[in-house]
């Protein structure tokens, strides 16, 4: 049951937000980009082929986890609750959950206004009595909720260990956000990746069919289009470095050569071996994600772990 869509206004091709983040993040040195404008329409399908890779565990573990422990969620929270899913993409761990809680209505928030649509009428598909509710937004900031979705007790659903992608601060602000727009008395299903040996680490983020590394420089071409950049793309290379001190892999666009280009018609340049870093994704121990759910406003309830200590898994009441 496919409901009347809740959007931002509007906007226009090139997004005001966009160029800001664009803008300020070349102009730093070393320059750098917030991973949220990875997912144009051709981004987010990008994503979806990267879930599907041999060497990118997460998708596949977690998805093992929803399958296995779902009905446990459900023991605990309860039937009649929305789910509200952040970064909802294509949405395709979601039926496990939504099997198994009984909920009262579901409703994706996503960024990518046509892959959101695409995916939620799928979903509505598949679940033909569950009101579907997509909302358009920037879920990093608040998201108001539909009128009646706001009165109904709600569960977070946070999966992928995107909050990986943030620095503790940002995660930390991340999480308050949620709380903030999800109420009193809402609860939080959320993913966090674990640290573990770096070869697997760095090979999901550096796959041998060189698809992160598009989805990576699918980034550049956005700013071409959208800005009107002037950007070699084939001047730049896919890096993906494991930093030990903060935990985390990062991504970053090496360029091979002295390059020169505008952007909404600002001049840059970069030498040849200089980087745009363009995403974090930190890894947990079992400490660290508990003390940043505490942090963000949340109260672990009940963990799960996959085997060899791959993944976690924690629902977290507000």
Not at 75 to 85: D, I, K
Not at 102 to 114: K, N, R, T
Not at 285 to 307: F, K, Q, S, T, V
Request: glycine residues 8%; hydrophobic residues 45%; negative net charge.
């Amino acid at each position: 049951m496919l409901l009347e869509l809740n959007r931002d206004a509007p906007q226009p091709t090139a997004d005001p937000a966009f160029r800001r983040d664009i803008i300020e993040g070349f102009s730093r040195f070393p320059k750098s980009t917030p991973p949220i404008w990875f997912y144009d329409r051709r981004g987010s399908e990008l994503f979806e082929e990267i879930t599907r890779l041999p060497e990118y565990y997460p998708t596949r573990v977690e998805t093992a986890m929803l399958s296995a422990h779902c009905g446990e969620v459900g023991a605990v929270t309860g039937p009649g609750r929305a789910v509200v899913e952040f970064g909802a993409g294509s949405a395709t761990k979601t039926p496990h959950l939504l099997s198994a809680i009984a909920p009262a209505a579901y409703v994706p928030v996503d960024i990518s206004g046509d892959f959101l649509r695409e995916s939620s009428a799928a979903l509505a598909a598949q679940f033909p009595d569950l009101p579907v509710v997509p909302v358009e937004a920037d879920f990093t900031k608040a998201v108001t909720l539909p009128k009646g979705i706001a009165a109904m007790p709600k569960l977070g659903f946070f999966p992928g260990s995107t909050i990986g992608n943030m620095t503790a601060a940002e995660a930390v602000d991340l999480l308050r956000t949620m709380r903030s727009s999800l109420g009193e008395g809402a609860m939080l299903l959320i993913g966090m990746d674990r640290v573990k040996d770096i070869d697997v680490l760095v090979a999901a983020y550096d796959d041998a069919a060189g698809v992160t590394a598009a989805f990576n420089l699918n980034l550049l071409a956005r700013i071409n289009r959208e800005l009107g950049g002037t950007i070699p793309v084939d001047a730049f290379a896919h890096r993906a470095i494991w930093n030990d001190d903060a935990a985390r892999i990062e991504m970053h666009l090496e360029a091979r050569r002295d390059v020169d280009f505008t952007i909404d018609n600002i001049r840059f340049s970069m030498r040849a071996g200089e980087t745009i870093h363009t995403e974090n994704s930190h890894k947990y121990g079992p400490r660290d994600a508990r003390l940043l759910l505490r942090a963000g406003g949340w109260e672990p309830l009940r963990e799960w772990i996959a085997p060899d200590d791959m993944f976690a898994m924690i629902l977290a009441k507000a």
